[in-house]
């Protein structure tokens, strides 16, 4: 990077963190340390939520998933509208009534201590795991940058987030998310503006979507649909998204508790739910237009050359193994197809300009073919990458987007993009480390532990759990480099494994009354866990197929069944919960 560069990005880091600090002077107890002593309007609500979610991932992987698989992506967020009117109407006025610091206090006056426990387990395992992935993200482009090693830029990445964490609490999460997104916002908008303003002068921003729509990247819907019958298999589809999407949104929102702990900051139950509704109107533009920006960098790499293989890194691997000689004669082809594309991409448009029909779909055809070709030399990269002689990692879908930042905005601009990255980077992953260290203080601590302690020393133990939460975050991210999914992918993927069963305890819990014994409920999560597991590992061993999506509503329902199921067999308890 240039030297104006470093001086936005560290300036603009360094006053995020200022704010932040100075905005999170709170009580030293419990009440202000997690949940800003419930004292948020719903503007900042809506804002930190929106933070927690809008993670370094989204940012890195969301348009290079775009890049390679389209725009379908988005379908994984159609069921959240919907989900965040049934939490609004549920979830939140018993959360806020009760006064928890997390959602599973709820379960021990509904059931008993071991399921709560069981819930509480579960999410700290997948959101450990999650958060480990997130601090991988901004990992890379450091990395990448500067050639580090990936494990040296973990610790130093961790290592900020953990001191910018304990700092301050969700208060400092809160406000520094608010400035946050004000520049993630303006700096995404800048970075579409000049991918379409690097184009041809004769290309079009609606010449643009043309030639991605073409190409296959502007698949917003599908069906899942193939020859007549519905593919399970199938991952982003419009029924996946809507009943898939709306049970893992469902439970994200409901019981993830980097969730609730944003909403329960609220000053009261109506500021709560006018942050979430708010963030189900914005959520899916949002993630549109991200995904969007991908399809327009698959355009621009139309009319321009593209790397073979997008992390420089890997290609370094490659030069250097015994593929050495394949993999620059595979360069070779691949530059020459490149030449060929951006004449046939070049005699498209100008054909799609004067409405000649027969000069643009033959300039497509032929288009469509050599990018056959350039995917196939691509697929050969990958393969000899992911060999045991080289060792390497074959994915580079997180890699397209910072690549195509470093390599063409003008100077200054990369220096914001990159700080946008390591801004939305903090503001999920502190949010995500925080609401760890409430579990483990309020499901943990406080329950097992007989020493009666002050406001202060809760506080100062708060901060104890956050550090070793941090500490553990990085030692996932030290095994999440050959992970082989985009990252955007791996984490929703982790996250199905287990959301659908929690979701399936807080479901039987509100919904179904007459079930009040805490035995039935607690085995019937430990049964629908091993059925979702089990339903996984089959599809990665290819026993049958099913998207990752369709697990959470496989917990959730697993969880209602057994519940039934089992309800005859043991004595149910006077219940006195709502």
Not at 167 to 195: N, P, R, W
Not at 218 to 238: A, H, K, M
């Amino acid at each position: 990077m240039s030297q104006p560069d470093w001086i936005v990005l560290i300036v603009t880091l360094l006053a995020i963190i200022t704010y932040g600090l100075y905005k999170s002077r709170t009580s030293h107890n419990l009440d202000g340390y997690f949940l800003s002593n419930r004292s948020m309007p719903w503007g900042l609500v809506l804002l930190s939520i929106m933070g927690t979610q809008a993670s370094a991932i989204t940012f890195l992987s969301a348009p290079g998933q775009a890049y390679t698989d389209g725009m379908r992506f988005v379908q994984y967020y159609f069921g959240l509208p919907l989900a965040m009117v049934v939490i609004c109407i549920f979830f939140v006025p018993i959360f806020r009534k009760l006064k928890v610091y997390t959602a599973y206090e709820y379960l021990e006056t509904r059931f008993d201590n071991k399921t709560r426990t069981l819930t509480s387990f579960l999410f700290l395992l997948q959101r450990s795991l999650s958060t480990g992935i997130s601090v991988f993200a901004p990992s890379i482009i450091l990395s990448s940058l500067f050639g580090w090693n990936i494990y040296y830029t973990n610790l130093l990445m961790g290592g900020l987030l953990i001191i910018y964490t304990m700092s301050g609490g969700a208060k400092a999460v809160a406000y520094t998310q608010q400035l946050q997104l004000i520049i993630i916002f303006t700096g995404m908008f800048l970075a579409g503006y000049m991918v379409v303003n690097l184009l041809p002068a004769n290309v079009s921003f609606t010449d643009a979507l043309n030639i991605s729509g073409k190409m296959g990247k502007l698949n917003v819907i599908t069906t899942g649909i193939e020859n007549g019958r519905f593919n399970w298999s199938d991952q982003y589809n419009l029924l996946s998204g809507l009943i898939g999407g709306f049970f893992l949104a469902l439970s994200y929102f409901g019981t993830d508790q980097s969730q609730v702990g944003r909403y329960l900051t609220a000053k009261s139950l109506k500021e709560s739910r006018v942050g979430l509704l708010m963030n189900g109107l914005v959520k899916v533009p949002m993630q549109f237009a991200i995904l969007l920006i991908g399809a327009l960098v698959f355009t621009f790499y139309q009319f321009n050359k593209a790397p073979v293989f997008f992390n420089d890194a890997q290609v370094r691997k490659l030069e250097q193994s015994v593929f050495k000689d394949s993999f620059a004669l595979v360069n070779r082809q691949y530059d020459a197809l490149t030449d060929q594309k951006i004449k046939a991409v070049t005699a498209y448009a100008a054909a799609a300009n004067r409405n000649d029909d027969a000069a643009a779909t033959q300039s497509l055809n032929a288009l469509r073919q050599l990018q056959q070709g350039s995917d196939s030399l691509r697929k050969k990269v990958k393969n000899w990458l992911n060999t045991k002689e080289v060792g390497g990692d074959g994915n580079d879908t997180n890699y397209i987007f910072l690549r195509f930042v470093v390599d063409n905005l003008p100077v200054g601009l990369v220096g914001l993009l990159i700080a946008i990255i390591f801004l939305a980077s903090w503001g999920s992953i502190a949010a995500a480390i925080n609401s760890l260290a409430s579990l483990s203080m309020v499901d943990f601590h406080k329950r097992f532990t007989k020493k009666k302690e002050t406001g202060e020393d809760e506080y100062q133990l708060s901060k104890w759990y956050t550090l070793a939460w941090g500490i553990f975050c990085i030692v996932v991210a030290m095994f999440t480099y050959n992970i082989g999914n985009s990252l955007i992918e791996a984490v929703n993927v982790l996250g199905s494994l287990f959301y659908g069963v929690i979701l399936g305890v807080f479901l039987v819990a509100f919904f179904i009354k007459k079930i009040t014994n805490g035995h039935v409920v607690f085995w019937a999560a430990v049964l629908a866990e091993i059925l979702v597991l089990t339903v996984f590992i089959l599809t990665k061993q290819e026993v049958f197929r099913m998207g990752f999506l369709w697990l959470n509503p496989i917990g959730a329902f697993g969880v209602i069944l057994f519940s039934l199921v089992l309800h005859p067999s043991f004595r149910e308890k006077k219940n006195s919960a709502f």
